[in-house]
């Protein structure tokens, strides 16, 4: 197979970080049903305290997103809005719960895009994300936060869907999903993704209409960059419907890199990182538990001294609360900042794997119908030399039969010819005689003879048969080659399509992998800066907390019991002087 050229379909973007060439040699690293309406008195679901301060930093603007190009149309009002040139956020602002047009209740997320405000459920978002994944088979979709798992509704049981930690989680990595999309370069322009974020739309009619209603079952059966063209489907239904796991014969070393890099990056982020991670929240939560403990008791304890002594512990106790409290937060920006993004790269890892495993079968696509073409050209040589040789006996007899009349004497060749025709019409009478005796002529049925019950079928089987034995080898040879020429038509356009796909696959996988590892450096510094801001301010709220306790505890007087720096004495004297000041209390 030819090298395919690359085609970026990123390249309208006014600037671009890297030339597909950069991109090539870096063998491409990518670490890579309506809408409910408000009841009269939605009851609104606790979160947990988050921080104020806390700033919403996934998905990173930082140096992966590339200014949109100019638009001019707008095909809706969201369209407007999310190419205006500004920094277009789209909020998830509450989570409700709500029972309008469901026998049982459910939870609804109020979307705020610009003015326009939308309610979704979670399953309305996992439709808008696989309907975008047929829509768009060649490019990098981001993830949806998980479904509970079965360990959570056997713990949970039936409040699992009401966990207001699991809400405000859906509700932050929801909201980092629309954002991701919202800041495409191809998913932003997207008509069924501003009719989502429109609440004045029904989502029911949005799957019901084009472009939706227009998508294969089989996506590869049809066209990579509009699966949506019902004008392909024809030409499309010749190309084969190969598997994942079928061999290529000529494989693209980019993507075998790809896909060696995206599973080593897949096994490091789901293995190592997020065990490491887990283990570390755990500690943490651990070691804010004991010091609530802790506080707690220093200042139960506080209450039975007096004086000095009992300021210093409450001063102590309201510390290590101080230290329980910024620990909290750290906890929760940990798990915001860093665990949440992590566990989203480690989905990302795995539509990675499906992207290139898309590219991979339309790959195969193309050399399953290059082999069948090949095979049906070398069938129809054969049948065609097979012709030639049967013309050429049929010349060379035709050739003999002449010679041998202009050789044969004139004399009593009229008489003879009549003796043969009247030899030849009584053997023909004889002939048709013997026939009607014992078998119809095929292929009508005889009106005269009576069938036996039962038998209906195996006459027709046997005249069919009859016929299949009549049917001239040159006929079925002439009609074999017909039908073998207008497969090898077929699979000649079905062979330009398939290489135009794998054309078209090949360079726009390629440029959305170069755009996600722009956005996966620029997400991954954020999470690290992100994880050392926590800790500084952690410590300095921990330092002034602990600097107010030490301040108190330096006020207490010296110890009754402490020897006079003088005494030089031995250790009967300090004994004794220990004893007195017992004695004497």
């Not at 665990?339 to 989203?344: F, Q, S, V, Y």
């Not at 330092?543 to 009754?560: C, M, R, T, V």
């Amino acid at each position: 197979m030819e090298a395919f050229e690359d085609e970026n379909p990123f390249e309208s973007e006014p600037q671009r970080l890297q030339s597909h060439s950069d991109s090539s040699s870096s063998q491409v690293d990518i670490s890579g049903v309506s809408s409910p309406e408000l009841v009269s008195h939605p009851v609104p679901l606790a979160s947990p305290p988050t921080s104020p301060s806390r700033r919403n930093t996934f998905p990173s603007p930082g140096s992966h997103r590339q200014p949109q190009a100019q638009k001019s149309d707008f095909c809706c009002t969201r369209d407007h809005w999310l190419h205006s040139g500004d920094v277009a956020e789209i909020l998830i602002t509450d989570a409700l719960k709500t029972s309008v047009n469901s026998s049982s209740p459910y939870i609804t997320y109020v979307i705020r895009a610009g003015t326009a405000e939308a309610h979704h459920r979670y399953s309305e978002f996992e439709s808008l994300r696989s309907n975008l994944v047929k829509l768009y088979p060649t490019l990098i979709i981001p993830p949806i936060p998980s479904k509970q798992t079965i360990g959570d509704y056997a713990v949970k049981q039936a409040k699992a869907k009401e966990d207001a930690a699991m809400i405000a989680r859906r509700k932050r990595m929801l909201q980092t999903f629309l954002n991701r999309i919202a800041r495409h370069p191809i998913l932003s322009n997207e008509h069924v993704f501003h009719r989502f974020l429109d609440g004045e739309v029904s989502w029911t009619e949005v799957l019901n209409s084009p472009p939706i209603s227009l998508l294969p079952k089989n996506i590869l059966k049809a066209p990579s960059h509009n699966p949506t063209d019902q004008e392909a489907a024809m030409a499309y239904a010749a190309l084969p419907n190969p598997s994942a796991a079928h061999p290529l014969r000529r494989p693209d070393q980019r993507f075998l890199d790809s896909e060696v890099f995206t599973n080593k990056f897949a096994a490091h982020l789901g293995g190592p990182m997020e065990k490491v991670t887990r283990r570390t929240m755990k500690r943490w939560s651990e070691f804010a538990q004991d010091y609530s403990e802790l506080g707690a008791t220093l200042n139960g304890f506080s209450l039975n001294e007096t004086g000095q002594l009992s300021t210093a512990i409450e001063k102590t106790g309201q510390a290590v609360d101080a230290t329980y409290m910024s620990t909290t937060k750290l906890l929760q920006e940990f798990e915001q900042n860093w665990a949440e993004p992590l566990h989203e790269y480690s989905q990302f890892a795995t539509i990675i794997k499906k992207l290139l495993q898309y590219r991979h079968q339309k790959h195969v696509q193309y050399e399953m119908t290059q082999e069948s073409l090949e095979a049906k050209r070398e069938q129809l040589e054969e049948l065609e030399k097979a012709e030639r040789e049967a013309r050429r006996l049929e010349e060379a007899l035709s050739q003999g039969r002449s010679s041998t009349i202009r050789t044969s004497p004139s004399q009593g060749e009229q008489g003879e010819e009549d003796e043969g025709e009247e030899r030849a019409g009584n053997e023909n009478e004889v002939r048709r005689q013997e026939e009607s005796a014992y078998l119809p002529p095929h292929p009508g049925p005889n009106p005269v003879k009576r069938r036996a019950p039962g038998m209906g079928l195996l006459s027709a089987l046997s005249y069919t048969l009859h016929g299949m034995m009549d049917v001239d080898p040159e006929t079925a040879r002439r009609n074999t080659i017909t039908k073998t020429r207008e497969t090898i038509s077929q699979l000649e356009d079905a062979l330009h399509l398939s290489a135009q796909d794998l054309k078209y696959s090949s360079s726009t996988i390629q440029a959305d992998l170069d755009r996600f590892q722009r956005q996966k450096v620029a997400d991954l510094r954020e999470m690290a800066i992100s994880m050392a801001r926590s800790h500084r301010d952690w410590c300095k709220q921990n330092l002034e907390a602990w600097e107010e306790a030490k301040a108190e505890i330096d006020k207490i007087p010296e110890h009754p019991n402490r020897a006079p720096e003088e005494t030089s004495g031995g250790t009967e004297q300090g004994r004794r002087d220990s004893m007195a000041t017992i004695n004497g209390r």
